[in-house]
Antibody
Framework: QVQLVQSGAEVKKPGASVKVSCKAS????????ISWVRQAPGQGLEWMGW????????NYAQKLQGRVTMTTDTSTSTAYMELRSLRSDDTAVYYC???????????WGQGTLVTVSS | DIQMTQSPSTLSASVGDRVTITCRAS??????LAWYQQKPGKAPKLLIY???SLESGVPSRFSGSGSGTEFTLTISSLQPDDFATYYC????????FGQGTKVEIK
């Protein structure tokens, strides 16, 4: 069965960086893309970006351009999302999700809470 | 960027009610629309894709309709497990979520 398992919760200081991982299993990793979505406390869902696990192509949300980098390691079927220059309003649960052209976000990771606090 | 607007933001309903949530896109997205259900502390769950296709395992009381810029999610008979927040999402051009509709107990 398809599973996306994310790394554990993180606490970071303002200005620091965080790298969240998303390990995929149960399917051919390079046949799908991975998107990252975040949700601030009590707020809605915000799409952050997408990476093709096939060729590493990426698209990032405009508001995060320059601060976010998404990568994959096909040898371990793992996707990564790094966010730099953290601010307090980056405090959120970060999710990865498997993407196809026809069926979006059919499978999600369990979420990773990132808290940014001095 | 394509903007997605849901209405209402909150909906109070009783078990057995027919519930309809509306989602409008700022430009035509054909049928590239999905609906998700999210419960507190959990990841969203895909309910509907391509505007009206029911995801495997999702109860048939959920249905979606629409194309272009206006879409609806209908729950034909609200069940206790359906009290949650619902999000629409366009995937015509990258991905954008609506702001969510919370379905609460009346």
């Amino acid at each position: 069965q398809v599973q996306l398992v994310q790394s554990g919760a993180e606490v970071k200081k303002p200005g620091a960086s965080v790298k969240v991982s998303c390990k995929a299993s149960g399917y051919t990793f390079t046949s799908y893309g991975i998107s990252w979505v975040r949700q601030a406390p009590g707020q809605g869902l915000e799409w952050m970006g997408w990476i093709s696990a096939y060729n590493g192509n990426t698209n990032y949300a405009q508001k995060l351009q320059g601060r976010v980098t998404m990568t994959t390691d096909t040898s371990t079927s793992t996707a990564y999302m790094e966010l730099r220059s953290l601010r307090s309003d980056d405090t959120a649960v970060y999710y990865c999700a498997r993407v196809t052209a026809m069926v979006p976000f059919g499978y999600w990771g369990q979420g990773t809470l990132v808290t940014v606090s001095s | 960027d394509i903007q997605m607007t849901q209405s209402p933001s909150t909906l109070s309903a009783s078990v057995g009610d027919r519930v309809t949530i509306t989602c409008r896109a700022s430009q035509s997205i054909s049928s590239w629309l999905a609906w998700y259900q999210q419960k507190p502390g959990k990841a969203p769950k895909l309910l509907i894709y391509k505007a009206s296709s029911l995801e495997s395992g999702v109860p048939s009381r959920f249905s979606g309709s629409g194309s272009g810029t206006e879409f609806t999610l209908t729950i034909s008979s609200l069940q206790p497990d359906d009290f949650a927040t619902y999000y629409c999402q366009q995937y015509n051009s990258f991905w954008t979520f609506g702001q969510g509709t919370k379905v609460e107990i009346k």
